[in-house]
Protein backbone atom coordinates (compact mmCIF):
# COMPACT_ATOMS: atom_id res chain seq x y z
CA UNK A 1 0.00 0.00 0.00
CA UNK A 2 2.82 2.36 1.30
CA UNK A 3 5.02 1.54 -2.64
CA UNK A 4 1.58 2.60 -4.37
CA UNK A 5 1.53 6.38 -2.21
CA UNK A 6 5.69 6.61 -3.04
CA UNK A 7 4.73 6.10 -6.85
CA UNK A 8 2.05 8.59 -7.07
CA UNK A 9 4.43 10.97 -5.07
CA UNK A 10 6.90 10.48 -7.66
CA UNK A 11 4.78 11.21 -10.47
CA UNK A 12 3.45 13.92 -9.07
CA UNK A 13 7.12 14.88 -8.49
CA UNK A 14 8.00 14.37 -11.88
CA UNK A 15 4.94 16.67 -13.29
CA UNK A 16 6.15 18.84 -10.81
CA UNK A 17 9.37 18.69 -12.32
CA UNK A 18 8.68 18.90 -16.06
CA UNK A 19 5.90 21.63 -15.72
CA UNK A 20 6.27 23.31 -12.56
CA UNK A 21 8.65 25.58 -13.49
CA UNK A 22 6.40 26.91 -16.74
CA UNK A 23 2.93 26.31 -15.14
CA UNK A 24 3.56 28.91 -12.24
CA UNK A 25 3.94 32.63 -12.46
CA UNK A 26 7.37 33.26 -12.43
CA UNK A 27 9.19 36.54 -12.51
CA UNK A 28 9.98 37.56 -16.08
CA UNK A 29 13.65 37.02 -17.05
CA UNK A 30 15.39 40.18 -17.69
CA UNK A 31 15.92 39.20 -21.24
CA UNK A 32 12.76 38.98 -22.29
CA UNK A 33 12.01 42.65 -20.82
CA UNK A 34 13.68 45.38 -23.22
CA UNK A 35 15.38 47.76 -20.80
CA UNK A 36 13.72 51.06 -21.46
CA UNK A 37 15.79 53.99 -21.00
CA UNK A 38 14.65 57.47 -21.17
CA UNK A 39 15.56 60.25 -24.17
CA UNK A 40 18.29 62.95 -22.18
CA UNK A 41 16.59 65.55 -24.92
CA UNK A 42 12.88 64.86 -25.04
CA UNK A 43 11.98 62.30 -22.52
CA UNK A 44 10.63 59.86 -24.79
CA UNK A 45 11.85 56.14 -23.04
CA UNK A 46 13.07 53.88 -25.80
CA UNK A 47 14.48 50.02 -25.40
CA UNK A 48 18.15 50.07 -25.30
CA UNK A 49 18.86 48.42 -28.08
CA UNK A 50 17.19 51.53 -30.51
CA UNK A 51 19.09 54.41 -28.33
CA UNK A 52 21.66 56.24 -29.25
CA UNK A 53 24.44 56.38 -26.87
CA UNK A 54 26.48 59.38 -26.72
CA UNK A 55 29.17 60.52 -24.00
CA UNK A 56 27.17 59.00 -21.39
CA UNK A 57 24.22 60.10 -22.41
CA UNK A 58 21.20 58.31 -23.96
CA UNK A 59 18.96 59.68 -26.77
CA UNK A 60 16.04 58.01 -28.82
CA UNK A 61 17.14 59.46 -32.19
CA UNK A 62 20.13 61.34 -33.90
CA UNK A 63 17.89 64.42 -33.81
CA UNK A 64 17.41 64.59 -30.23
CA UNK A 65 21.03 64.27 -29.74
CA UNK A 66 22.57 66.79 -32.16
CA UNK A 67 19.63 68.73 -30.08
CA UNK A 68 20.80 68.20 -26.73
CA UNK A 69 24.51 69.39 -27.84
CA UNK A 70 23.35 72.33 -29.35
ZN1 LIG B 1 14.51 62.18 -27.73
Redesign the pocket.
Same mark, same amino acid.
Given at each position: MLLKFIIIGLLFFGIYKLFGGKLLPTTPSQKDVQNMLE +?D????FVSEKDMIRFSGRF???KA +?KDKHQG
Open positions: +CTCGTYCS +C
